[in-house]
C-alpha cells in the first residue's frame, strides 16, 4: 500500500504519474442501471483515461444507501476509496434515519458535483390516467388502494409530497433496487412511481412506461409538453444532485487533485454530453463551493420532509 507521503508526491505531479498498482474504487451504495451507477463510470473512465490509474466501479447497495456509504467512511483515507454520493445519501438520510452511523459534513469531503434536474412522474403505457389531475382523483376515490415504488429516500420523498399537497392516500411500497420496482410497475402491481431521468429514459425509449410529469420547478426544454408538478403545487419542486466523496480525513492536497479530476470528468466528451442526455448538469466547483452547496442541500430536504410530516425510521 502506498504511504501518505508517496501518495502526496505522485499527486502533486502531471496526472499519469497518479496511477497506482492497486485499483482505485468508486462505491455506488445503490443497485447498478441508475443515475449514480452511470455517473460513477464515466467518472472512473475519465480517470482512468487521463492518469492511467486504474478505476473499479463497486455497487454495494442496500439499507437506503447506507451500506455503500459507510464502506467508504471507514475506508482508509487516501484517496484510492471514492462515494458516488447522492441526495439520498447526504440530503435526504439524515432527516429520514434515525440513528444514521455517518453524518455527511462530518465524515465526508465532497469533491465533485453534478447536479439533477428532478425526477419524473412515470406509470405503466396503458394507465387510464393521462395527467395527474386524473390520477390524483382516482386516488381520492380509492384511498389507500394505490401503490407507488421507491427504492431510495430520493424517490419517496416525492410520493409521500404528492399525499401531503393533493390530499391522497397512496401507499408506499419500499425495494431494494429500481429494477425490481419497475418490474411491478410494468405488471401492474404498482400505480406509480418517481424515479431519476437516468433509468426513466430508457424505459420510456422502450414503450415500458409513460411520464405523466416532472418533480423540477419548470418544464424541462426537451420534454415541452411535459407539466411540472409545481404548475398545479408551487411548493412541489424536487430536486437532487449527483457527486462525489472522500472520507474527511483525506489529506488536502489529494482531495484537491480529485477535485479537479472529478470536474474535469463533468467537461470532458463524451462524459459531459452523456450525463446532460440524462437531466444532469456538471459542476466545475472548489471543495469550499461544494461544501456550501450540500449543506443548502440537506437543509432543503430538512424542509421537504418536514412538510410531508415524515418521521425518521
Not at 2 to 16: E, G, V
Not at 56 to 81: L, S
Not at 213 to 240: C, F, K, Q, S
Request: proline share 8%; net charge neutral; hydrophobic share 45%.
Amino acid at each position: 500500500m502506498p504511504s501518505r507521503r508517496t501518495l502526496l508526491a505522485a499527486l502533486a505531479l502531471p496526472a499519469p504519474a497518479l496511477a497506482q498498482a492497486r485499483p482505485m474504487r468508486i462505491i455506488v451504495p445503490f443497485a447498478a442501471g441508475g443515475s449514480g451507477d452511470i455517473t460513477a463510470r464515466l467518472v472512473a473512465k475519465h480517470i482512468e483515461g487521463t492518469t492511467g490509474q486504474p478505476v473499479v466501479v463497486d455497487n454495494r447497495p442496500g439499507a437506503n444507501g447506507v451500506i455503500g456509504t459507510m464502506a467508504v467512511k471507514t475506508a482508509a483515507p487516501d484517496g484510492m476509496t471514492l462515494l458516488l454520493a447522492t441526495s439520498s445519501t447526504h440530503s435526504a438520510n439524515p432527516s429520514l434515519v434515525r440513528d444514521l452511523p455517518y453524518d455527511p459534513e462530518r465524515d465526508f469531503t465532497g469533491i465533485g458535483i453534478f447536479a439533477s434536474n428532478g425526477a419524473y412522474l412515470m406509470v405503466r403505457p396503458e394507465a387510464p390516467w393521462r395527467d395527474v389531475a386524473a390520477l390524483v382523483a382516482d386516488a381520492k376515490a380509492r384511498p389507500g388502494r394505490m401503490f407507488f415504488g421507491h427504492f431510495n429516500a430520493s424517490s419517496r420523498l416525492p410520493g409521500e409530497m404528492l399525499n401531503i399537497m393533493a390530499g391522497t392516500q397512496v401507499q408506499g411500497v419500499p425495494y431494494r433496487a429500481i429494477g425490481a420496482a419497475f418490474g411491478d410497475l410494468i405488471a401492474g402491481r404498482l400505480d406509480l412511481i418517481f424515479v431519476d431521468t437516468t433509468a426513466g429514459d430508457a424505459y420510456l425509449a422502450q414503450g415500458q412506461t409513460r411520464a405523466l410529469a416532472v418533480t423540477a420547478p419548470r418544464r424541462w426544454a426537451r420534454w415541452p409538453d411535459l407539466p411540472a408538478m409545481a404548475e398545479t403545487w408551487p411548493d412541489y419542486h424536487l430536486t437532487g444532485f449527483l457527486g462525489v466523496a472522500v472520507p474527511a480525513a483525506t489529506p488536502r492536497p489529494i482531495a484537491e487533485r480529485l477535485n479537479g479530476l472529478v470536474n474535469e470528468a463533468g467537461q470532458a466528451e463524451p462524459a459531459r454530453s452523456r450525463m446532460r442526455e440524462f437531466g444532469l448538469d456538471p459542476k466545475v466547483l472548489d471543495l469550499e463551493q461544494i461544501a456550501t452547496l450540500l449543506r443548502a442541500e440537506r437543509e432543503k430536504w430538512a424542509r421537504f420532509v418536514r412538510l410531508a410530516g415524515i418521521e425518521p425510521e
